[in-house]
Protein backbone atom coordinates (compact mmCIF):
# COMPACT_ATOMS: atom_id res chain seq x y z
CA UNK A 1 0.00 0.00 0.00
CA UNK A 2 1.35 3.17 -0.79
CA UNK A 3 2.53 4.93 2.41
CA UNK A 4 0.61 8.14 1.82
CA UNK A 5 -2.89 6.59 1.83
CA UNK A 6 -2.17 3.96 4.92
CA UNK A 7 -4.56 4.91 8.32
CA UNK A 8 -3.18 6.09 11.30
CA UNK A 9 -2.36 4.11 14.73
CA UNK A 10 -1.50 5.47 18.02
CA UNK A 11 1.34 4.42 17.50
CA UNK A 12 2.31 5.55 13.76
CA UNK A 13 0.88 8.56 14.59
CA UNK A 14 3.76 9.46 17.94
CA UNK A 15 6.44 7.72 15.26
CA UNK A 16 5.01 10.62 12.56
CA UNK A 17 5.47 13.50 15.77
CA UNK A 18 8.68 12.33 16.23
CA UNK A 19 10.03 11.98 12.81
CA UNK A 20 8.57 15.77 12.65
CA UNK A 21 10.40 16.98 15.45
CA UNK A 22 13.80 15.71 14.97
CA UNK A 23 13.48 16.83 11.02
CA UNK A 24 13.43 20.38 12.37
CA UNK A 25 15.72 22.49 11.34
CA UNK A 26 16.01 25.20 14.30
CA UNK A 27 14.82 26.03 17.81
CA UNK A 28 11.76 27.94 16.44
CA UNK A 29 11.04 24.59 14.48
CA UNK A 30 11.59 21.95 17.21
CA UNK A 31 9.43 24.02 19.60
CA UNK A 32 6.59 24.56 17.52
CA UNK A 33 6.58 21.20 16.18
CA UNK A 34 6.25 20.07 20.41
CA UNK A 35 3.22 22.63 20.80
CA UNK A 36 1.37 20.96 17.77
CA UNK A 37 1.35 17.53 18.94
CA UNK A 38 2.38 16.92 22.47
CA UNK A 39 -0.63 17.58 23.98
CA UNK A 40 -2.97 15.25 21.91
CA UNK A 41 -0.42 13.00 22.34
CA UNK A 42 -0.36 12.79 25.90
CA UNK A 43 -4.35 13.28 26.72
CA UNK A 44 -3.26 16.07 29.30
CA UNK A 45 -5.10 19.39 29.41
CA UNK A 46 -1.87 21.64 28.75
CA UNK A 47 1.53 21.28 27.67
CA UNK A 48 4.49 23.64 27.78
CA UNK A 49 7.66 24.05 26.60
CA UNK A 50 10.67 25.53 28.51
CA UNK A 51 14.19 26.62 27.75
CA UNK A 52 17.14 27.15 29.81
CA UNK A 53 18.30 30.52 30.60
CA UNK A 54 21.57 30.25 32.30
CA UNK A 55 20.07 29.57 35.66
CA UNK A 56 16.49 31.05 34.90
CA UNK A 57 13.84 28.63 33.17
CA UNK A 58 11.87 30.53 30.32
CA UNK A 59 8.57 29.50 29.43
CA UNK A 60 8.55 30.07 25.56
CA UNK A 61 5.64 28.21 24.71
CA UNK A 62 2.47 26.39 25.54
CA UNK A 63 -0.77 24.89 24.20
CA UNK A 64 -3.36 24.85 27.09
CA UNK A 65 -7.06 25.06 27.89
CA UNK A 66 -6.23 27.99 29.97
CA UNK A 67 -2.92 30.62 30.17
CA UNK A 68 0.23 29.42 32.21
CA UNK A 69 3.30 31.29 31.99
CA UNK A 70 4.15 31.43 28.33
CA UNK A 71 7.36 34.45 28.38
CA UNK A 72 8.01 34.26 31.58
CA UNK A 73 11.45 33.41 33.45
CA UNK A 74 11.70 31.51 36.72
CA UNK A 75 14.81 30.97 39.07
CA UNK A 76 15.80 27.46 38.65
CA UNK A 77 15.17 26.93 42.01
CA UNK A 78 11.84 28.12 42.33
CA UNK A 79 9.65 25.65 39.78
CA UNK A 80 9.21 22.28 39.00
CA UNK A 81 11.02 22.02 35.32
CA UNK A 82 14.09 23.79 37.12
CA UNK A 83 13.84 21.09 39.53
CA UNK A 84 13.98 18.28 36.52
CA UNK A 85 16.30 19.87 34.58
CA UNK A 86 18.88 20.39 37.84
CA UNK A 87 18.09 16.43 38.68
CA UNK A 88 18.15 15.22 35.32
CA UNK A 89 15.22 13.14 35.77
CA UNK A 90 11.07 13.37 35.12
CA UNK A 91 9.06 14.92 38.25
CA UNK A 92 5.26 12.59 38.26
CA UNK A 93 3.43 15.02 40.62
CA UNK A 94 0.11 13.29 40.82
CA UNK A 95 -1.27 16.26 43.18
CA UNK A 96 0.17 19.76 43.51
CA UNK A 97 -1.18 20.74 46.93
CA UNK A 98 0.75 18.00 48.14
CA UNK A 99 4.21 18.32 46.90
CA UNK A 100 7.01 20.63 48.32
CA UNK A 101 8.80 21.35 44.93
CA UNK A 102 5.66 23.50 43.53
CA UNK A 103 5.24 27.06 43.76
CA UNK A 104 1.95 27.38 44.87
CA UNK A 105 1.54 31.05 44.67
CA UNK A 106 2.48 30.81 41.02
CA UNK A 107 0.18 27.97 40.30
CA UNK A 108 -2.60 29.61 42.18
CA UNK A 109 -4.26 31.08 39.09
CA UNK A 110 -4.01 28.53 36.73
CA UNK A 111 -6.40 24.81 36.09
CA UNK A 112 -3.15 22.87 36.98
CA UNK A 113 -3.69 20.15 40.04
CA UNK A 114 -1.91 17.73 38.33
CA UNK A 115 2.15 17.93 36.23
CA UNK A 116 4.92 15.77 34.60
CA UNK A 117 7.71 18.00 34.11
CA UNK A 118 10.26 15.82 31.11
CA UNK A 119 14.62 17.24 31.13
CA UNK A 120 15.12 17.55 27.75
CA UNK A 121 18.86 16.26 26.92
CA UNK A 122 19.49 14.23 30.39
CA UNK A 123 22.99 13.91 30.23
CA UNK A 124 23.12 18.09 30.18
CA UNK A 125 19.26 19.20 30.20
CA UNK A 126 18.81 22.28 28.03
CA UNK A 127 15.17 22.53 27.95
CA UNK A 128 12.02 20.31 29.71
CA UNK A 129 8.58 19.78 28.42
CA UNK A 130 5.90 19.68 31.04
CA UNK A 131 2.13 18.22 30.72
CA UNK A 132 -0.58 19.16 32.97
CA UNK A 133 -3.84 17.96 34.22
CA UNK A 134 -6.95 19.69 35.84
CA UNK A 135 -7.60 17.63 38.35
CA UNK A 136 -5.41 15.34 40.86
CA UNK A 137 -4.24 12.45 38.33
CA UNK A 138 -1.48 9.80 37.92
CA UNK A 139 -0.52 9.38 34.68
CA UNK A 140 -0.31 6.24 33.37
CA UNK A 141 3.05 4.68 32.32
CA UNK A 142 2.84 5.15 28.53
CA UNK A 143 2.13 9.08 29.41
CA UNK A 144 5.14 9.49 30.63
CA UNK A 145 6.82 7.66 28.12
CA UNK A 146 5.14 9.68 25.39
CA UNK A 147 6.47 12.79 27.26
CA UNK A 148 9.93 11.63 27.66
CA UNK A 149 10.26 10.53 23.92
CA UNK A 150 8.96 13.87 22.98
CA UNK A 151 11.71 14.96 25.31
CA UNK A 152 14.34 13.01 23.55
CA UNK A 153 13.43 13.91 20.29
CA UNK A 154 13.61 17.15 21.06
CA UNK A 155 17.07 16.61 22.39
CA UNK A 156 18.21 15.64 19.37
CA UNK A 157 16.81 18.39 17.25
CA UNK A 158 17.80 21.00 18.72
CA UNK A 159 21.15 19.52 18.84
CA UNK A 160 20.94 19.06 15.45
CA UNK A 161 19.30 22.65 15.05
CA UNK A 162 22.53 24.08 16.37
CA UNK A 163 24.92 21.98 14.08
CA UNK A 164 23.03 23.65 10.70
CA UNK A 165 23.02 26.87 12.44
CA UNK A 166 26.42 26.55 12.81
CA UNK A 167 26.87 25.04 9.32
CA UNK A 168 24.97 28.07 7.87
CA UNK A 169 26.83 30.70 9.08
CA UNK A 170 30.02 29.53 8.41
CA UNK A 171 28.80 29.20 4.78
CA UNK A 172 28.02 32.72 5.07
CA UNK A 173 31.02 33.91 6.51
CA UNK A 174 33.24 31.71 3.74
CA UNK A 175 34.86 33.96 1.16
CA UNK A 176 32.92 34.58 -1.58
CA UNK A 177 34.64 34.99 -4.65
CA UNK A 178 31.70 35.83 -7.51
CA UNK A 179 29.03 34.70 -5.22
CA UNK A 180 26.56 36.51 -7.69
CA UNK A 181 27.34 34.57 -10.32
CA UNK A 182 27.26 31.32 -8.47
CA UNK A 183 23.48 32.41 -6.77
CA UNK A 184 22.61 33.17 -11.00
CA UNK A 185 23.90 29.52 -11.83
CA UNK A 186 21.53 28.12 -8.78
CA UNK A 187 18.55 30.40 -9.24
CA UNK A 188 19.32 29.04 -13.32
CA UNK A 189 19.00 25.52 -12.86
CA UNK A 190 15.81 25.77 -10.32
CA UNK A 191 14.43 27.46 -13.49
CA UNK A 192 15.89 24.77 -15.64
CA UNK A 193 14.56 21.81 -13.91
CA UNK A 194 11.06 23.75 -13.62
CA UNK A 195 11.45 23.73 -16.91
CA UNK A 196 11.59 20.15 -17.68
CA UNK A 197 8.12 18.86 -18.05
CA UNK A 198 8.74 15.22 -17.09
CA UNK A 199 10.19 15.66 -13.66
CA UNK A 200 6.94 16.13 -11.52
CA UNK A 201 5.65 12.85 -13.06
CA UNK A 202 9.51 11.49 -12.32
CA UNK A 203 8.91 12.18 -8.60
CA UNK A 204 5.25 11.13 -8.30
CA UNK A 205 6.02 7.36 -9.51
CA UNK A 206 9.74 7.62 -7.76
CA UNK A 207 7.01 7.80 -4.58
CA UNK A 208 4.58 5.23 -5.58
CA UNK A 209 7.21 2.82 -6.55
CA UNK A 210 9.12 3.13 -3.15
CA UNK A 211 6.27 4.12 -0.68
CA UNK A 212 8.71 6.94 0.67
CA UNK A 213 7.08 10.48 1.44
CA UNK A 214 9.69 12.84 -0.08
CA UNK A 215 11.56 12.87 -3.18
CA UNK A 216 13.96 15.83 -5.01
CA UNK A 217 15.90 17.14 -7.86
CA UNK A 218 18.62 18.61 -6.19
CA UNK A 219 21.84 20.93 -7.39
CA UNK A 220 25.08 20.24 -5.54
CA UNK A 221 28.71 22.16 -6.23
CA UNK A 222 31.35 21.86 -3.60
CA UNK A 223 29.42 24.26 -1.36
CA UNK A 224 25.80 24.51 -2.23
CA UNK A 225 22.81 22.09 -1.93
CA UNK A 226 19.88 23.34 -3.49
CA UNK A 227 16.34 22.09 -4.00
CA UNK A 228 15.02 22.41 -7.57
CA UNK A 229 12.17 20.53 -8.08
CA UNK A 230 10.25 18.24 -4.94
CA UNK A 231 7.70 16.23 -4.37
CA UNK A 232 6.65 16.19 -0.24
CA UNK A 233 3.86 14.38 0.57
CA UNK A 234 5.11 14.01 4.40
CA UNK A 235 5.59 17.60 4.85
CA UNK A 236 9.82 17.18 5.20
CA UNK A 237 9.50 21.04 5.12
CA UNK A 238 11.56 21.95 1.96
CA UNK A 239 10.14 23.99 -1.85
CA UNK A 240 11.92 24.80 -4.63
CA UNK A 241 14.98 27.09 -4.55
CA UNK A 242 15.51 26.33 -0.63
CA UNK A 243 18.82 24.83 0.49
CA UNK A 244 20.42 22.71 3.06
CA UNK A 245 24.21 23.18 4.57
CA UNK A 246 26.38 20.88 1.70
CA UNK A 247 28.45 19.34 4.59
CA UNK A 248 24.88 17.77 6.57
CA UNK A 249 23.84 15.98 2.98
CA UNK A 250 24.66 12.85 1.61
CA UNK A 251 24.82 14.47 -1.59
CA UNK A 252 28.12 16.00 -0.93
CA UNK A 253 29.29 12.54 -0.84
CA UNK A 254 27.88 11.36 -3.84
CA UNK A 255 29.58 14.33 -5.39
CA UNK A 256 33.33 13.32 -4.25
CA UNK A 257 32.30 9.53 -5.60
CA UNK A 258 29.60 9.94 -7.76
CA UNK A 259 27.79 6.46 -6.73
CA UNK A 260 24.32 5.59 -5.90
CA UNK A 261 23.95 5.77 -2.09
CA UNK A 262 20.52 3.50 -0.89
CA UNK A 263 19.87 1.87 2.32
CA UNK A 264 16.55 0.70 3.77
CA UNK A 265 16.70 1.62 7.35
CA UNK A 266 19.63 3.70 8.61
CA UNK A 267 19.23 1.67 12.06
CA UNK A 268 20.41 -1.49 10.85
CA UNK A 269 23.10 -0.74 8.26
CA UNK A 270 26.41 -0.83 9.24
CA UNK A 271 27.47 1.94 6.89
CA UNK A 272 24.98 4.75 7.64
CA UNK A 273 23.46 3.88 11.50
CA UNK A 274 25.69 6.24 13.38
CA UNK A 275 26.14 8.73 9.79
CA UNK A 276 25.18 11.92 10.74
CA UNK A 277 22.55 12.48 8.13
CA UNK A 278 20.23 10.47 8.88
CA UNK A 279 20.63 11.67 12.65
CA UNK A 280 20.25 15.60 11.61
CA UNK A 281 17.39 15.28 9.41
CA UNK A 282 15.55 11.95 11.23
CA UNK A 283 15.44 9.43 8.13
CA UNK A 284 15.63 5.84 8.28
CA UNK A 285 15.31 5.24 4.38
CA UNK A 286 17.42 6.71 1.47
CA UNK A 287 18.21 6.69 -1.94
CA UNK A 288 20.40 9.07 -4.34
CA UNK A 289 21.27 8.72 -7.51
CA UNK A 290 24.34 11.12 -9.08
CA UNK A 291 22.96 13.15 -12.31
CA UNK A 292 25.91 12.83 -14.47
CA UNK A 293 25.98 15.39 -18.11
CA UNK A 294 27.13 14.00 -20.88
CA UNK A 295 30.22 15.59 -20.81
CA UNK A 296 31.21 14.22 -17.45
CA UNK A 297 30.36 16.69 -15.20
CA UNK A 298 28.80 16.13 -11.75
CA UNK A 299 25.35 17.97 -11.92
CA UNK A 300 23.16 17.13 -8.81
CA UNK A 301 21.25 13.94 -7.54
CA UNK A 302 17.57 12.85 -7.85
CA UNK A 303 16.86 11.45 -3.95
CA UNK A 304 13.89 10.26 -2.07
CA UNK A 305 13.70 9.51 1.44
CA UNK A 306 11.58 8.94 4.45
CA UNK A 307 11.70 8.73 8.19
CA UNK A 308 10.32 5.58 8.25
CA UNK A 309 11.97 2.08 6.35
CA UNK A 310 11.66 1.53 2.81
CA UNK A 311 12.38 -1.22 0.85
CA UNK A 312 14.55 1.01 -1.77
CA UNK A 313 18.15 -1.10 -2.27
CA UNK A 314 17.31 -4.01 -4.92
CA UNK A 315 17.63 -3.63 -8.69
CA UNK A 316 14.34 -3.11 -9.94
CA UNK A 317 14.42 0.66 -7.61
CA UNK A 318 18.24 1.05 -8.69
CA UNK A 319 17.32 0.60 -12.39
CA UNK A 320 14.97 3.13 -12.37
CA UNK A 321 16.20 5.75 -10.61
CA UNK A 322 19.48 5.78 -12.77
CA UNK A 323 17.41 5.28 -15.92
CA UNK A 324 15.19 8.75 -14.16
CA UNK A 325 18.95 10.40 -13.49
CA UNK A 326 19.66 9.91 -17.12
CA UNK A 327 16.46 11.34 -18.69
CA UNK A 328 16.85 14.11 -16.49
CA UNK A 329 20.32 14.52 -17.85
CA UNK A 330 19.66 14.56 -20.92
CA UNK A 331 16.80 17.74 -20.81
CA UNK A 332 19.48 19.46 -19.43
CA UNK A 333 22.40 18.59 -22.06
CA UNK A 334 19.53 19.63 -24.40
CA UNK A 335 18.68 22.85 -23.02
CA UNK A 336 22.18 23.59 -22.92
CA UNK A 337 23.04 22.08 -26.20
CA UNK A 338 20.28 24.55 -27.98
CA UNK A 339 21.20 28.08 -25.76
CA UNK A 340 24.50 27.17 -27.13
CA UNK A 341 23.22 27.27 -30.71
CA UNK A 342 21.42 29.58 -30.35
CA UNK A 343 24.01 31.79 -28.86
CA UNK A 344 26.47 30.81 -31.68
CA UNK A 345 23.76 31.34 -34.27
CA UNK A 346 23.11 35.36 -32.36
CA UNK A 347 27.25 35.73 -32.67
CA UNK A 348 27.07 34.80 -36.38
CA UNK A 349 23.99 37.23 -36.92
CA UNK A 350 25.73 39.67 -35.60
CA UNK A 351 29.45 39.04 -37.43
CA UNK A 352 27.39 39.06 -41.06
CA UNK A 353 26.28 42.25 -39.91
CA UNK A 354 28.77 43.37 -39.18
CA UNK A 355 30.30 42.51 -42.46
CA UNK A 356 27.91 43.87 -44.36
CA UNK A 357 27.80 46.97 -42.48
CA UNK A 358 31.43 46.96 -42.89
CA UNK A 359 31.60 46.81 -47.02
CA UNK A 360 28.75 48.80 -47.44
CA UNK A 361 30.42 51.57 -45.18
CA UNK A 362 34.39 51.36 -45.90
CA UNK A 363 33.42 51.03 -49.46
CA UNK A 364 31.44 54.63 -49.51
CA UNK A 365 34.12 56.52 -47.11
CA UNK A 366 36.87 55.17 -49.38
CA UNK A 367 35.68 56.00 -52.47
CA UNK A 368 35.83 59.53 -51.93
CA UNK A 369 39.86 59.40 -50.92
CA UNK A 370 40.32 56.93 -53.88
CA UNK A 371 38.90 59.25 -55.79
CA UNK A 372 40.90 62.41 -54.96
CA UNK A 373 44.00 60.37 -55.61
CA UNK A 374 42.95 59.19 -58.35
CA UNK A 375 42.40 63.10 -60.08
CA UNK A 376 45.61 64.49 -58.55
CA UNK A 377 47.92 61.75 -60.00
CA UNK A 378 45.98 62.21 -63.43
CA UNK A 379 46.69 65.87 -63.15
CA UNK A 380 50.65 65.50 -62.03
CA UNK A 381 50.81 63.16 -65.34
CA UNK A 382 49.26 65.52 -67.62
CA UNK A 383 50.20 68.94 -66.77
CA UNK A 384 53.77 68.01 -65.06
CA UNK A 385 55.19 70.51 -62.38
CA UNK A 386 53.40 73.67 -62.66
CA UNK A 387 52.43 76.48 -59.67
CA UNK A 388 49.41 73.91 -58.71
CA UNK A 389 51.49 70.91 -58.21
CA UNK A 390 52.24 71.62 -54.23
CA UNK A 391 48.40 72.23 -53.31
CA UNK A 392 47.39 69.07 -55.34
CA UNK A 393 50.06 67.08 -53.31
CA UNK A 394 48.84 68.43 -50.16
CA UNK A 395 45.22 67.48 -51.17
CA UNK A 396 46.71 63.97 -51.93
CA UNK A 397 48.17 63.80 -48.38
CA UNK A 398 45.66 64.78 -46.71
CA UNK A 399 43.66 61.80 -48.66
CA UNK A 400 46.16 59.53 -47.63
CA UNK A 401 45.72 60.75 -43.82
CA UNK A 402 41.94 59.96 -44.49
CA UNK A 403 42.71 56.78 -46.00
CA UNK A 404 44.98 55.56 -42.89
CA UNK A 405 42.61 56.70 -40.27
CA UNK A 406 39.82 54.79 -42.01
CA UNK A 407 41.85 51.77 -42.03
CA UNK A 408 43.38 52.68 -37.98
CA UNK A 409 39.77 52.55 -36.70
CA UNK A 410 38.80 49.67 -38.51
CA UNK A 411 42.08 48.10 -37.19
CA UNK A 412 41.06 48.85 -33.46
CA UNK A 413 37.10 47.09 -34.23
CA UNK A 414 38.50 44.21 -35.54
CA UNK A 415 40.94 44.11 -32.34
CA UNK A 416 38.13 44.90 -30.25
CA UNK A 417 35.65 42.85 -32.11
CA UNK A 418 37.74 39.69 -32.99
CA UNK A 419 40.52 39.73 -30.37
CA UNK A 420 40.92 40.21 -26.98
CA UNK A 421 39.79 43.81 -26.79
CA UNK A 422 41.98 46.68 -27.16
CA UNK A 423 45.83 46.56 -25.59
CA UNK A 424 47.32 49.06 -23.35
CA UNK A 425 50.96 49.86 -23.11
CA UNK A 426 50.48 51.71 -19.36
CA UNK A 427 53.33 54.88 -19.15
CA UNK A 428 53.08 57.06 -16.10
CA UNK A 429 53.09 60.16 -17.65
CA UNK A 430 51.69 63.85 -17.60
CA UNK A 431 48.10 63.47 -18.97
CA UNK A 432 47.57 67.37 -19.21
CA UNK A 433 50.17 67.66 -21.82
CA UNK A 434 48.95 64.77 -23.88
CA UNK A 435 45.57 66.30 -23.78
CA UNK A 436 46.68 69.37 -24.24
CA UNK A 437 48.19 68.28 -27.54
CA UNK A 438 45.30 66.83 -28.58
CA UNK A 439 43.37 70.30 -28.36
CA UNK A 440 46.10 71.88 -30.00
CA UNK A 441 45.84 69.55 -33.29
CA UNK A 442 42.36 70.23 -33.24
CA UNK A 443 42.28 73.64 -32.85
CA UNK A 444 44.80 73.71 -36.09
CA UNK A 445 42.50 71.06 -38.09
CA UNK A 446 39.03 73.51 -36.91
CA UNK A 447 40.33 77.20 -36.60
CA UNK A 448 36.82 78.31 -36.78
CA UNK A 449 35.63 75.91 -33.51
CA UNK A 450 36.42 77.83 -29.57
CA UNK A 451 37.74 75.50 -27.39
CA UNK A 452 38.24 75.89 -23.63
CA UNK A 453 40.25 73.96 -21.40
CA UNK A 454 40.50 73.45 -17.64
CA UNK A 455 42.84 70.86 -16.86
CA UNK A 456 43.71 70.23 -12.60
CA UNK A 457 45.87 66.73 -13.21
CA UNK A 458 48.44 65.24 -11.09
CA UNK A 459 52.02 65.62 -12.58
CA UNK A 460 51.72 61.33 -13.64
CA UNK A 461 49.20 59.58 -14.41
CA UNK A 462 49.45 55.45 -14.91
CA UNK A 463 47.60 54.78 -17.98
CA UNK A 464 48.06 54.19 -22.18
CA UNK A 465 48.33 58.01 -22.79
CA UNK A 466 48.47 57.79 -26.82
CA UNK A 467 44.87 55.51 -26.11
CA UNK A 468 43.82 58.34 -24.11
CA UNK A 469 44.18 61.06 -26.79
CA UNK A 470 42.76 58.75 -29.25
CA UNK A 471 39.60 58.62 -26.85
CA UNK A 472 39.25 62.00 -26.28
CA UNK A 473 40.53 62.57 -29.95
CA UNK A 474 37.21 61.02 -30.80
CA UNK A 475 35.12 62.81 -28.29
CA UNK A 476 35.82 66.23 -29.98
CA UNK A 477 35.59 65.13 -33.10
CA UNK A 478 32.06 63.84 -32.13
CA UNK A 479 31.19 67.54 -30.51
CA UNK A 480 32.70 69.14 -33.55
CA UNK A 481 30.67 67.35 -36.19
CA UNK A 482 27.26 67.47 -33.68
CA UNK A 483 27.94 70.42 -31.83
CA UNK A 484 26.96 73.94 -32.25
CA UNK A 485 29.25 76.43 -34.25
CA UNK A 486 28.60 79.29 -32.48
CA UNK A 487 28.67 77.62 -28.87
CA UNK A 488 32.46 76.39 -27.08
CA UNK A 489 33.45 73.34 -26.42
CA UNK A 490 34.87 72.75 -23.21
CA UNK A 491 37.24 70.21 -22.54
CA UNK A 492 37.87 69.60 -18.93
CA UNK A 493 39.86 66.91 -16.90
CA UNK A 494 40.73 66.25 -12.60
CA UNK A 495 40.82 63.54 -10.34
CA UNK A 496 38.56 63.02 -7.65
CA UNK A 497 38.25 60.86 -5.17
CA UNK A 498 40.56 58.50 -6.78
CA UNK A 499 38.90 58.39 -9.92
CA UNK A 500 40.11 60.00 -12.98
CA UNK A 501 37.79 62.06 -14.86
CA UNK A 502 37.61 63.35 -18.35
CA UNK A 503 35.11 66.01 -19.75
CA UNK A 504 34.25 66.91 -23.08
CA UNK A 505 30.90 69.32 -23.65
CA UNK A 506 29.45 71.41 -26.73
CA UNK A 507 26.07 73.27 -27.10
CA UNK A 508 23.50 72.24 -29.79
CA UNK A 509 20.59 70.06 -30.16
CA UNK A 510 20.31 67.37 -27.03
CA UNK A 511 20.35 64.22 -28.29
CA UNK A 512 17.18 61.68 -27.97
CA UNK A 513 16.95 59.86 -25.27
CA UNK A 514 16.14 56.52 -27.35
CA UNK A 515 19.35 57.28 -28.83
CA UNK A 516 21.87 57.33 -26.57
CA UNK A 517 22.20 53.66 -25.95
CA UNK A 518 23.00 53.30 -29.63
CA UNK A 519 25.43 55.81 -29.32
CA UNK A 520 28.18 53.37 -28.92
CA UNK A 521 27.40 50.76 -31.10
CA UNK A 522 29.77 50.34 -33.98
CA UNK A 523 28.78 51.80 -37.27
CA UNK A 524 26.43 53.85 -35.98
CA UNK A 525 26.26 57.72 -37.10
CA UNK A 526 24.08 60.23 -35.53
CA UNK A 527 22.73 63.16 -37.26
CA UNK A 528 25.33 65.17 -38.41
CA UNK A 529 25.41 68.31 -40.73
CA UNK A 530 26.04 67.99 -44.54
CA UNK A 531 29.96 66.61 -45.84
CA UNK A 532 30.51 64.93 -42.64
CA UNK A 533 32.51 61.96 -42.92
CA UNK A 534 33.08 59.02 -41.10
CA UNK A 535 32.60 55.37 -40.81
CA UNK A 536 30.78 55.47 -37.22
CA UNK A 537 33.49 53.88 -35.30
CA UNK A 538 34.83 56.94 -33.01
CA UNK A 539 32.41 56.50 -30.40
CA UNK A 540 32.59 52.56 -30.27
CA UNK A 541 36.50 53.18 -30.23
CA UNK A 542 36.07 55.55 -27.57
CA UNK A 543 34.20 53.02 -25.13
CA UNK A 544 36.47 50.45 -25.57
CA UNK A 545 39.30 52.67 -24.54
CA UNK A 546 37.44 53.91 -21.68
CA UNK A 547 36.60 49.58 -21.09
CA UNK A 548 40.36 48.66 -21.39
CA UNK A 549 41.71 51.11 -18.96
CA UNK A 550 38.80 49.58 -16.53
CA UNK A 551 36.51 52.46 -16.89
CA UNK A 552 33.21 53.85 -18.77
CA UNK A 553 31.87 56.84 -20.58
CA UNK A 554 28.80 58.25 -18.86
CA UNK A 555 26.49 60.91 -21.20
CA UNK A 556 23.96 63.40 -20.24
CA UNK A 557 22.31 65.69 -22.83
CA UNK A 558 19.88 67.89 -22.47
CA UNK A 559 18.47 71.47 -23.74
CA UNK A 560 22.03 73.07 -22.49
CA UNK A 561 24.54 70.86 -23.88
CA UNK A 562 25.59 67.48 -23.94
CA UNK A 563 28.40 66.37 -22.14
CA UNK A 564 31.02 62.61 -22.66
CA UNK A 565 32.18 61.60 -19.32
CA UNK A 566 35.04 59.43 -19.05
CA UNK A 567 35.94 58.13 -15.50
CA UNK A 568 37.79 55.18 -14.42
CA UNK A 569 39.64 54.27 -11.09
CA UNK A 570 43.33 55.14 -10.51
CA UNK A 571 45.44 52.46 -9.32
CA UNK A 572 48.22 52.59 -6.91
Given at each position: ???R??P??????????????????????????????????????????????????????????????????????????????????????????????????????????????????????V??????????Y????????T??????????????????????????????????????????????????????????????????????????????????????????????????????????????????????????????????????????????E?????????????????????????????????????????????????????A????????????????????????????????????????????R????????????S???????????????R????????????D???T?????????????????????D??????????????M???????????????????????????????????????????????????F??????A????L?????????????????I???????????????????
Amino acid sequence: MDQRSRPSTPLTTLTKALARISRARSTDDVIATIRSSARSLIGCQGISIVLKDGSLCHYVEEDAIGPLWKGQKFPASACISGWAMTNRKTAVIPDIATDDRIPHEIYRQTFVRAVAMAPVRIDDPVAAIGAYWSQPYTPDVWEVETLEALADAAATALENAAVIMALKARQALAPGLGQEAAAEELSAAVGKVAGIAAVPTILDVVLRMTGMGFAAVARVTETRWVACQVLDPVGFGLKPGDELPIESTLCNEIRSHRRTIVFDDAVEDAQYCDHHTPRIYGLRSYISEPIILAGGEFWGTLCAIDPNPAKVNNPEVLGAFKLFAELIAHHLDAEARLRATNASLERERELAELREQFIAVLGHDLRNPIAALDAGTTRLLKEGWTSRSPLVLKLMKASISRMTGLVENVMDLARARMGGGITLEVTQDDLAVTLQHVVDEMRIAHPGREMTVDFDLPATIAADHLRLAQMVSNLLSNAITHGADSMAISITGAVVEGELTIGVANGGQPIPPEQIDKLFLPFKRGEARAGSRGLGLGLYIASQIAQAHDGRIDVRSDANDTCFRFKMPLKG
